[in-house]
């Protein structure tokens, strides 16, 4: 019997299955112990069997039909999933077409929208390294003048008038780094990463990179951007948008 087939009787009528594999089961050790007999013969051990005999043999016989019946269900799933996948693809093609046509490429060629993750660097010299001044909390927290303004400006009124730091607080300076965390061919598809992956980075930011010299970038902006679609006969290549016209 094939599995596709054991499948759909279990699904449909599993008692008789289980029964059927309990009587087969049964026969096949009898046979291996060098027993001559039939499915009849069989039955009969069964209906002779004690409940306590039974019901281990059962319970691995429900055991084997549980595990067959979920991987065959799964590679169906996973086949149904992967058509409805491919299904998608036409209509992701030419949205993603379409988004590369039509966005805004902020006046660069070949554009690599790369979402970039703030790296704050503390601890210089606000004199020696000119650099911009930040107050670190004992609990680990800062305060600059961009992201709390009047905190910022009482804690430095403080220092101004006292010459020293206020209890648990230290005045230091920082530097920001931007570290690339993706590269993205839109905009709207690095915005996305923002909003869903946000709680899992620090401050993050969307920084326009170009691909000017870099033709492994440029061949895939021409594919999704019409020219897959075209080679397989769906459609014409896009035009370029007048700012990749005006920088290519």
């Given at each position: 019997?094939?599995?596709?087939?054991?499948v759909?009787?279990?699904?449909?009528?599993?008692?008789?299955?289980?029964?059927?594999?309990?009587?087969?089961?049964?026969?096949?050790?009898?046979?291996?112990?060098g027993l001559?007999g039939?499915?009849?013969?069989?039955?009969?051990?069964i209906?002779?069997?004690?409940?306590?005999?039974?019901?281990?043999?059962?319970?691995?016989?429900?055991a084997?039909?549980?595990?067959?019946?979920?991987?065959?269900?799964?590679a169906?799933?996973?086949?149904?999933a992967?058509?409805?996948?491919?299904?998608?693809?036409?209509?992701?093609l030419?949205s993603?077409e379409?988004?590369?046509?039509?966005?805004?490429?902020?006046?660069?060629?070949?554009?690599?929208?790369?979402?970039?993750?703030?790296?704050?660097?503390h601890?210089?010299?606000?004199?020696?390294?000119?650099?911009?001044?930040a107050?670190?909390?004992?609990?680990g927290?800062?305060?600059?003048?961009?992201?709390?303004?009047?905190k910022?400006?009482e804690?430095e009124?403080?220092?101004?008038q006292?010459?020293?730091?206020?209890?648990?607080?230290?005045?230091?300076?920082?530097?920001?780094r931007?570290?690339?965390?993706?590269?993205f061919l839109?905009?709207?598809?690095?915005?996305?990463?923002?909003?869903?992956n946000?709680?899992?980075?620090?401050?993050?930011r969307?920084?326009?990179?170009?691909?000017?010299?870099?033709?492994?970038?440029?061949?895939?902006?021409?594919?999704f951007g019409?020219?897959?679609?075209?080679?397989?006969?769906?459609?014409?290549?896009?035009?370029?948008?007048?700012?990749?016209?005006?920088?290519?």
């Amino acid at each position: 019997m094939e599995l596709s087939t054991l499948v759909a009787r279990c699904i449909a009528d599993r008692p008789a299955v289980e029964q059927q594999l309990f009587t087969a089961f049964v026969l096949a050790v009898a046979r291996a112990d060098g027993l001559e007999g039939t499915e009849e013969d069989a039955r009969k051990s069964i209906a002779d069997m004690t409940e306590a005999e039974r019901k281990p043999i059962l319970a691995g016989v429900r055991a084997v039909l549980t595990e067959i019946i979920g991987t065959e269900l799964d590679a169906d799933r996973l086949k149904s999933a992967a058509v409805h996948e491919a299904q998608r693809w036409p209509s992701l093609l030419a949205s993603l077409e379409e988004e590369l046509r039509t966005q805004d490429n902020r006046i660069t060629s070949d554009p690599i929208f790369m979402v970039q993750e703030r790296c704050r660097l503390h601890g210089f010299d606000v004199v020696q390294c000119e650099t911009p001044v930040a107050w670190i909390h004992t609990d680990g927290d800062d305060v600059t003048e961009a992201s709390e303004p009047e905190k910022f400006k009482e804690l430095e009124a403080y220092y101004d008038q006292h010459c020293k730091e206020p209890e648990d607080w230290t005045r230091t300076g920082y530097i920001d780094r931007w570290e690339n965390v993706q590269p993205f061919l839109t905009e709207k598809a690095a915005d996305e990463y923002i909003r869903l992956n946000h709680h899992r980075h620090k401050k993050l930011r969307t920084y326009v990179e170009s691909g000017y010299r870099n033709p492994e970038w440029q061949l895939l902006r021409r594919l999704f951007g019409g020219e897959l679609r075209a080679l397989i006969g769906h459609a014409e290549p896009a035009a370029p948008t007048t700012s990749e016209a005006t920088n290519g």
